[in-house]
């Protein structure tokens, strides 16, 4: 049996875009995603905890958990692949409140996030760990645009063509790891 072709994602992401994913449906994502990790993510929690604007408009975006290594001459980027979702945690509902309708990186996450996603209908991705080089193909264009000091930890918005991710969390609470391991133990998943 083939399965479906993927479903593409042309952010800023709407109710029309989000709510009709399932857990385990492949997307591509074409557009503008950003770029963060940990030190970005505390600032910009800070940010919205003194009432000051994030380094993006967030309704409708996707943020992946990435910290790209140097580009070689004439990419716009280097390897990019995704970083351990989990580390990101404790900022992920407040950004999902703020507007955010998917994170992506990989590895599973925490109830209080998989809670924020349902409230606030959005998406968990998962892109594809040890694939970095061959992910960094699919971006076209990446400006760093907050937080310089941060290194490979600064806020970039990226422009990326049929970048390929799997729902992980979608907005009706399934939760692809826990249905792959129901299946494991034999349950229906």
Avoid: C, W
Avoid at 2 to 25: W, Y
Avoid at 39 to 59: D, S, T, V, W
Avoid at 118 to 143: F, N
């Amino acid at each position: 049996m083939q399965s479906p072709s993927p479903r593409i994602l042309k952010p800023p992401l709407t109710d029309e875009d989000v709510l009709p994913l399932r857990a385990g449906e492949r997307v591509l994502i074409s557009g503008v995603i950003y770029s963060a990790r940990d030190a970005a993510h505390r600032r910009m929690i800070e940010a919205l905890e003194r009432g000051e604007r994030l380094p993006f408009e967030p309704a409708g975006q996707v943020i992946y958990y990435m910290g790209p290594s140097p580009a070689a001459r004439g990419r716009p980027i280097g390897s990019a692949g995704p970083t351990t979702s989990y580390r990101m945690d404790a900022f992920a509902p407040a950004l999902y409140a703020a507007g955010v309708r998917a994170t992506m990186g990989k590895g599973a996450r925490s109830d209080a996030v998989r809670r924020a996603i349902r409230e606030h209908r959005a998406l968990y991705l998962a892109a594809v760990g040890g694939a970095g080089a061959l992910l960094a193909r699919r971006v076209r264009v990446a400006e760093l645009i907050a937080y310089p000091d941060l290194g490979p930890e600064a806020v970039r918005r990226l422009v990326v063509e049929e970048f390929p991710a799997i729902v992980v969390n979608d907005a009706h609470g399934a939760d692809l790891y826990e249905m792959a391991l129901s299946r494991a133990h034999g349950g229906e998943g």
